[in-house]
T-cell receptor, first 111, second 116 residues
Framework: GQQVMQIPQYQHVQEGEDFTTYCNSS?????IQWYKQRPGGHPVFLIQ?????EVKKQKRLTFQFGEAKKNSSLHITATQTTDVGTYFC???????????FGTGTQLKVEL | NAGVTQTPKFRVLKTGQSMTLLCAQD?????MYWYRQDPGMGLRLIHY???????AKGEVPDGYNVSRLKKQNFLLGLESAAPSQTSVYFC???????????????FGNGTRLTVT
């Protein structure tokens, strides 16, 4: 079945450093969504990418969808303590209603 | 707006006991999902529903059953709990798909289940 892997699994950064998480799918995706889960909380939707090579920005966050629509990345510029949490990508294949979630990247930001 | 509400928030079961997790959404969403979250494994889909009266299996359906008798409710049942079902369970809902896009998932706050 479809597999979606994320790397790294964990990342510790100093506040102000940049952070990137990568998402790789074994199959071509129709779209990809990104979610953030704060410690003890539930996943919250951040953004969706649909087009090959698409790039979207939300303040300090930059999201990319690969040309082959099999990979994606989330880059955070100048991390802040409010960025702490686990970031998940979730992809859809074909015309299905199901999203397959990546394994997640846990980000810790130290002062 | 309440959004997606899950009950209970915590539960401890003994091996072999049964229980039902309740999920209710007030957004009139067609699609509802049950996920389990385990360390290092992300969120795995157990069962889902594309509308009232319909259910389908996800990635890890064994040991679970579901029902969607009303559009706003999605129930997850464990008939005979096992320690391997110790996990955090999340319910989610969405308004469905539109072409190449998926509507975002709205998650409940989760149920932390421990099976001893």
């Amino acid at each position: 079945g479809q597999q979606v892997m994320q790397i790294p699994q964990y990342q510790h950064v100093q506040e102000g450093e940049d952070f990137t998480t990568y998402c790789n799918s074994s199959t071509t995706l129709s779209n990809i969504q990104w979610y953030k889960q704060r410690p003890g909380g539930h996943p919250v939707f951040l953004i969706q990418l649909v087009k090959s090579g698409e790039v979207k920005k939300q303040k300090r966050l930059t999201f990319q969808f690969g040309e082959a629509k099999k990979n994606s990345s989330l880059h955070i510029t100048a991390t802040q303590t409010t960025d702490v949490g686990t970031y998940f990508c979730a992809g859809r294949t074909g015309g299905g209603n199901k999203l397959t979630f990546g394994t997640g990247t846990q980000l810790k930001v130290e002062l | 707006n309440a959004g997606v509400t899950q009950t209970p928030k915590f539960r401890v079961l003994k091996t072999g006991q049964s229980m039902t997790l309740l999920c209710a959404q007030d957004m009139n969403h067609e699609y509802m999902y049950w996920y389990r979250q385990d360390p290092g494994m992300g969120l795995r889909l157990i069962h889902y529903s594309v509308g009232e009266g319909t259910t389908a299996k996800g990635e890890v359906p064994d040991g679970y059953n579901v029902s969607r008798l009303k559009k706003q409710n999605f129930l997850l049942g464990l008939e005979s709990a096992a320690p391997s079902q110790t996990s955090v369970y999340f319910c989610a809902s969405s308004s469905g798909t539109g072409g190449a896009r998926n509507s975002p998932l709205h998650f409940g706050n989760g149920t932390r289940l421990t099976v001893t």
